[in-house]
Nanobody, 114 residues
Framework: QVQLQESGPGLVNASQTLSLTCTVS??????????WMWIRQPPGKGLEWIGA???????YYSPTLKSRTSISRDTSKNQFTLQLSTVTPEDTAVYYC??????WGQGTQVTVSS
């Protein structure tokens, strides 16, 4: 059973960088041909795709967030990380990590304070 767990601060100040880590168990982020993804859901809105990193380490980003987004990985810890820079209150959302498209974490609430 693949399990993913998001971790990171629940509160970020505006203009700062949001950083979240996804810890994966039950699968290796390098061994299988999957995309490892970040999505988010702002309050009262639908799901928004942020980006992904492949098992080979290639990254793909949403065009609307690309200038502020970086996804990286630590293969020794079987983790991948999201960094979103220069955040605003509009980045307030529940953030999810997942293995496309079958396993997802429970999500973590991130609030950006102005």
């Amino acid at each position: 059973q693949v399990q993913l767990q998001e971790s990171g601060p629940g509160l970020v100040n505006a203009s700062q960088t949001l950083s979240l880590t996804c810890t994966v168990s039950g699968d290796s982020i390098t061994a299988t041909a999957y995309y490892w993804m970040w999505i988010r859901q702002p309050p009262g809105k639908g799901l928004e795709w942020i980006g992904a990193i492949t098992y080979r380490g290639y990254t793909y980003y949403s065009p609307t967030l690309k200038s502020r987004t970086s996804i990286s990985r630590d293969t020794s810890k079987n983790q991948f990380t999201l960094q979103l820079s220069t955040v605003t209150p509009e980045d307030t959302a529940v953030y999810y990590c997942g293995r496309a498209f079958d396993f997802w974490g429970q999500g973590t609430q991130v609030t950006v304070s102005s």
